[in-house]
């Protein structure tokens, strides 16, 4: 049933099957302002093997790459790296259509899998470390619990040293390009970065470890296929690298204000504190809630070495949109950075109290109690919010001296 859609090789043995979605704006959250692609791979071996499905929608494309190759009923083996729904959506429905031999996933991902879908045929759980004759080839497994599931598994093709890393060195990105290469790097590097900064940062411990791990392993890595984005076929140590110091969060002198205004009271105490940090030396970024979404500031986050929050108070709370972000900031746990909280209000003024709440509890390390302003701040306030970013901006500067 070949079909208009078809499967491009990306090694000797290997064929991306996958999807591009270039609609697609919310990733739970995270704005993918560029679309994405649920990657899919089929092994052409001795037992035909494919590797992850896509989300739901999209089978009919998987099928008709596949069937550019060969006739979907020919597939021995379906192997599951990573049971969230953009890559498993369609996998009971591909079961049943082209009835393999053989499903596996993880341990854990054997579980999830029945969970999701009730899958009454069985699927045979993989260790870390396990390897699976293909008959002319070999598929070895490593556990990646956490990362970013608990079901998270690698596979490792040897005989084309191509590591299928699921969600890992991943990025949302509706492209032609299957190869990072082929994409325009600026592109290429602000899609990782922030994928990294919406979707990995809180395992970030468990990356260094990772990475560790797999350099430990010895494996031949020639290319490394994610679930999402191109494929990275040259320079593997480029984003092997980038993992590396996104994971250690390093402070660095980049101050993120961010603010969210009714009156232009708050704005004006954030211009302050900006021009307090420039003068102090520190790089700032700006971010008003009216104008970025709580990804992009997830993305700025990822190389700060400082957060400074602001808001107006709103029925005794700061306002809506601050404490979105927060709230996202907070369960991506960013970590080694100072801040403070500051606000306007009329008559009651607990929004910047209910920031510097939030952010200590980010384990942000706090320089001063929070600054206020009653209404529009005069210039006493607005010295004082020069004096805040001031301060900061030493206690940056403090902490990267050494670099």
Not at 187 to 213: F, G, M, R, V
Request: with cysteine.
């Amino acid at each position: 049933m070949p079909g208009i859609y078809k499967a491009i090789k990306v090694s000797e043995h290997v064929y991306w099957v996958g999807a591009v979605d270039w609609t697609i704006r919310d990733f739970h959250g995270y704005t993918t302002k560029r679309g994405s692609t649920y990657n899919a791979y089929l092994v052409v071996a001795d037992k035909i093997t494919l590797i992850d499905t896509v989300k739901a929608p999209f089978r009919q494309e998987l099928l008709s790459r596949i069937a550019s190759v060969v006739d979907p009923s020919r597939i021995d083996y379906i192997i599951s790296n990573h049971s969230e729904m953009d890559h498993s959506g369609c996998l009971a429905d591909i079961i049943r259509e082209v009835s393999p031999e053989k499903v596996f996933a993880s341990v854990m991902g054997a579980k999830t899998l029945k969970e999701h879908f009730a899958i009454e045929r069985e699927i045979i759980p993989l260790k870390d470390g396990t390897e699976l004759s293909l008959g002319n080839m070999t598929l070895t497994f490593m556990e990646t619990r956490m990362l970013h599931w608990p079901d998270s598994m690698f596979s490792y093709l040897k005989e084309d040293g191509l590591l299928f890393s699921q969600d890992a060195f991943g990025m949302h990105l509706a492209t032609v390009e299957r190869f990072a290469d082929e994409v325009e790097e600026s592109i290429l590097n602000y899609e990782a970065a922030t994928y990294y900064a919406n979707i990995l940062l809180p395992y970030s411990p468990l990356i260094l470890n990772l990475i560790d791990k797999v350099d430990r392993s010895g494996l031949d890595i020639r290319i490394i296929a994610p679930d999402h984005g191109p494929l990275w076929r040259k320079d593997l140590g480029k984003i092997l690298g980038s993992y590396g110091t996104w994971a250690q969060q390093k402070p660095t002198s980049k101050a993120i204000v961010l603010f969210h205004t009714m009156w232009h009271s708050t704005e004006l105490m954030a211009r302050a504190i900006e021009e307090g940090l420039i003068a102090g030396g520190a790089r700032v970024k700006v971010m008003s809630m009216e104008a970025f979404h709580r990804s992009d500031v997830a993305y700025e986050v990822l190389d700060a070495g400082a957060l400074v929050a602001g808001s107006s108070t709103l029925n005794n709370n700061m306002l809506p949109a601050m404490a979105d972000v927060l709230t996202y900031l907070k369960g991506l746990k960013p970590k080694n950075l100072i801040g403070a909280a500051f606000g306007s209000y009329g008559w009651s003024g607990e929004a910047a109290s209910h920031i510097h709440e939030v952010l200590s509890a980010m384990k942000v390390d706090l320089v001063e109690e929070p600054v206020k302003a009653k209404y529009v701040p005069d210039d006493a306030a607005l010295e004082t919010c020069y004096a805040l970013g001031s301060k900061i901006a030493e206690k940056l500067r403090e902490g990267t001296a050494d670099e």
